[in-house]
C-alpha cells in the first residue's frame, strides 16, 4: 500500500476522496435531471441510501483523526460546501419557477435540507432504527409542500 500512499494520511485522503466524489455524483443525480426543481429537491431527500451505516462524510466529522487533521477536514468540508451550494441552486430555481417562496434565503434552506438528511442518519444511527431519518425527511417533503405536489411522481420515504 505504501508504495502508493506517503503514509496513513494520504491513504485516507484518497479514501475521502473517492467517497466525496461518490457522494457528489449520487446527489448530483437526484438534483439535476427531470422534474420540477422541487421535485428534484424531494428526489434528493428520497433517495435511497443505507440508513443506519451513516452518510460516509457525515461520519467523518465525527472522527477525531480527521477533524484533527486539516487537511483530511478540508475535504470533508469541501463536499458539504459542494453540497450546500448544490442544493441551493435548486432551490433559487424553485424560487424562480415559483414552487417556493422569494422570501426564502436559499442558503439558510439548503443548509436545513442538508441538516435534515445528516440528522437522520445521526438519529438513525443512535436508535437503531431508519424511522428516524424516514420521519425527519418525510417531514420535511412535507413542509417543503410534498401534499401540495402529489403528481410529482415521487414516493413517500419508507422505514427500511
Not at 417556493?100 to 441538516?115: G, N, Q
Request: hydrophobic fraction near 40%; charge should be positive; include cysteine.
Amino acid at each position: 500500500m505504501y508504495h502508493h500512499f506517503t503514509g496513513k494520511a494520504d491513504l485516507a485522503a484518497a479514501a475521502i476522496e473517492r467517497s466525496a466524489a461518490e457522494r457528489r455524483e449520487d446527489s448530483n443525480a437526484s438534483l439535476s435531471g427531470q422534474g420540477s426543481p422541487l421535485a428534484r429537491l424531494r428526489r434528493f431527500l428520497l433517495a435511497g441510501r443505507q440508513v443506519l451505516r451513516g452518510c460516509r462524510i457525515g461520519r467523518l466529522a465525527y472522527d477525531p483523526e480527521v477533524v484533527a487533521d486539516q487537511t483530511l477536514r478540508a475535504l470533508v468540508k469541501d463536499t458539504f460546501d459542494w453540497l450546500l451550494r448544490r442544493v441551493g441552486e435548486v432551490v433559487e430555481e424553485a424560487q424562480q419557477a415559483g414552487e417556493l417562496p422569494s422570501t426564502l434565503d436559499a442558503r439558510s434552506s439548503a443548509a436545513t435540507i442538508v441538516a435534515a438528511v445528516q440528522g437522520g442518519h445521526v438519529m438513525a444511527r443512535a436508535t437503531g432504527s431508519s424511522r428516524s431519518f424516514t420521519d425527519a425527511v418525510n417531514g420535511l417533503v412535507s413542509l417543503l409542500g410534498g401534499e401540495a405536489h402529489p403528481r410529482s411522481g415521487l414516493p413517500v420515504a419508507r422505514d427500511r
